[in-house]
């Protein structure tokens, strides 16, 4: 099957109103522009460099968004252009974000990556953690960050049933949080949640973004 083949068949298995991320990481620009050629508008990259060199290249009108570990120090080079970064994961990230947002004259869209998955690797806050960070309240006056949902990993098994529990706390601690924090803000509405393996799953479970790098480009 050709790319543009896999990204029509990816679409037609998803609903309209769930996005997809075409993670891009470690393929060349000229496989990007194929998948855009393809009509595809949003891609994701897990490092700073490769994203920065990409935008330079690719046309404008595609949007970037960040799936990876961020280092503060690599916020600025991003800050200019990203649509939504979906790892926000501590305070002084957030503080760096509100930073070099402001210097640019944007808010930049983050999700609260949560840390679901039994792996200790996975990065992102406990729920716990992502409680108390709420409660505390600096983001509130963070106007440069626009705080739009969640993002979470599952852990990488063939046990669909966890796969699910996992994806199903999400979607529950998204619930709670919007409730408790968010509930008069229309923006506050993602859940990006679902890979090339597990991503039929998270829609079930209420995906509202997917991000999906090996079944449209091929192993990396
Ligand atoms: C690489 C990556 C993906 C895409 O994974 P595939 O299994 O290739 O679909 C999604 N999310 C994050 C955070 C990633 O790093």
Redesign the pocket.
């Known amino acids: 099957m050709s790319l543009k083949a896999r990204i029509n068949a990816l679409r037609e298995s998803v609903p309209d109103e769930v996005k997809i991320?075409a993670?891009s990481?470690f393929h060349t620009a000229e496989t990007v522009m194929e998948a855009y050629n393809a009509g595809q508008r949003v891609f994701?990259e897990?490092r700073v460099q490769e994203v920065v060199a990409k935008q330079a290249e690719l046309p404008n009108d595609i949007e970037w968004h960040f799936?990876?570990s961020l280092q503060r120090n690599k916020v600025k080079q991003i800050a200019p252009f990203v649509s939504l970064v979906?790892?926000l994961e501590n305070e002084r990230l957030m503080l760096e974000i509100e930073r070099q947002a402001a210097a640019n004259n944007r808010k930049i869209p983050c999700l609260l990556q949560i840390h679901i998955a039994e792996e200790e690797t996975k990065s992102g806050f406990s729920p716990d953690e992502c409680r108390e960070f709420l409660a505390e309240g600096t983001w509130r006056d963070c106007k440069h960050v626009q705080i739009v949902g969640v993002?979470g990993?599952a852990t990488f098994t063939d046990e669909k049933r966890k796969i699910r529990e996992e994806f199903r706390l999400l979607k529950s601690f998204f619930d709670e949080i919007k409730a408790k924090y968010f509930a008069n803000d229309l923006s506050f509405k993602e859940i990006s949640m679902g890979?090339?393996?597990d991503y039929p799953i998270a829609i079930e479970e209420g995906s509202t973004m997917i991000?999906?790098?090996?079944?449209i480009?091929g192993e990396?």
């Open positions: 991320i993670v990481k994701g897990s799936v990876g979906h790892s993002m990993m890979m090339s393996d991000r999906v790098g090996t079944l480009f990396r």
